[in-house]
């Protein structure tokens, strides 16, 4: 169908959206918010989607603009440095939650018998969690 003209019109959300008025005397959406990339004289397909009836936009909606590639890249590369360091930051705190998990754990077992003194507890403690982490990057 030929597009006769444009019109902006306002839906029932308030957003704006465009229709176009076809050489068959029925009016037809676009398929987004903004113009689609055409001119008045041009012909599109026009797909019916129950009571409504939609433009087919011949190529992009929005075409990139030059140059996007690059930055796109240097994007991707800052996002990947990103995902790296949390990695390693994730790795490091089960590391150190395991240990201090294991380290109370195996002092309550040594300790179980005597009775429970503070100081005693807390040296053994660290004892056992420094141990932990040191033998943690260590293979099986």
């Known amino acids: 169908m030929k ?39 041009e012909t599109h397909e026009v797909v019916v989607n129950g009571n409504f009836r939609n433009l087919k936009s011949k190529g992009p909606m929005h075409p990139r603009p030059a140059g996007l590639k690059p930055n796109m890249e240097k994007l991707m590369g800052k996002k990947n440095a990103s995902i790296d360091r949390f990695q390693d930051t994730k790795h490091k705190a089960i590391k150190m939650a395991g240990a201090m998990r294991d380290a109370t754990l195996i002092t309550l077992a040594e300790l179980a018998g005597s009775p429970l003194v503070a100081e005693d507890f807390k040296s053994r403690w660290e004892h056992w969690r420094t141990f932990l982490l040191q033998k943690a990057d260590e293979p099986f």
Not at 3 to 10: A, C, L, N, V, W
Not at 15 to 20: E, I, N, T
Not at 22 to 34: N, R
């Open 3 to 41: 597009i006769i003209s444009q019109i902006e019109k306002t839906g029932k959300s308030g957003k704006p959206f465009y229709a176009y008025s076809l050489d068959d005397g029925t009016q037809a959406t676009g398929v987004d918010l903004l113009p689609l990339n055409t001119e008045i004289g």
